[in-house]
């Protein structure tokens, strides 16, 4: 048996997916060809897969459920990009959410905790409801770790996707991580001693 782990007394097993012109996907274990099932989606053929792979080892499903990994299923190389720049989009957008939520927390909590003002008058400033904002309060927990940079993590995440999802990518949707990726150095403007003295007026 090749590339394969020991895992309770069982075998990791690698199954592989391959699109019929009869509309069904076939799959088959890369370890044990003879273990092979098809569905008409992904998920039926893997659930078929286990089954047939449970029989083979005379194991329950759900013991051997765990012990294959399903392959991406070979694509056209256009599909292929598609997906990875949508991947590659939410990555960047998880990336800015997590940089939007703790800097709008800590703006909310300085406003009301150290600028001393209401929730509502924090809550003109930012731009946010007044109910948000007393979350964003109560979320806040200045004890708590936080990250150090979190614009430089988000840049840095945001180079990651770029590379791992988008090589050679067109210059158009290669323009739009490069828009976002500006964007992010805005932020870190704002965050800086200049920035803040600037945008404080």
């Known amino acids: 048996m090749t590339d394969a782990t020991v895992e309770t007394g069982l075998a990791r097993y690698h199954a592989t997916f391959q699109f019929d012109r009869s509309g069904h996907w076939l799959v088959e274990l ?74 709008n927390q800590k703006a ?37 770790p936080r990250t150090a940079d979190p ?5 840095e995440g945001i180079a990651k996707a770029m590379r791992q999802y988008l090589p050679g990518g067109s210059k158009q949707d290669l323009g739009v991580v490069f828009g976002i990726v500006a964007a992010a150095g805005v932020l870190a403007w704002a965050q800086s001693s200049e920035g803040s003295r600037a945008l404080r007026g």
Request: no cysteine.
């Open 30 to 103: 890369d370890e044990i060809p003879q273990v092979h099932s098809f569905g008409r989606t992904l998920g039926k053929a893997r659930e078929y897969l286990v089954d047939a792979l449970a029989l083979w080892l005379d194991q329950p499903a759900d013991k051997v459920a765990g012990l294959v990994e399903f392959r991406t299923p070979t694509l056209p190389a256009d599909i292929r990009y598609s997906v990875a720049l949508a991947r590659a989009a939410r990555e960047l957008a998880e990336a800015e959410t997590r940089v939007a939520v703790e800097l």
């Open 108 to 144: 909310a909590a300085e406003l009301v905790n150290e600028a001393r003002l209401s929730m509502r008058d924090a809550a003109d400033l930012l731009g946010l409801s007044h109910q948000r904002v007393q979350q964003l309060v109560a979320a806040h927990d200045p004890s708590r």
């Open 151 to 155: 614009v430089g993590e988000a840049a």
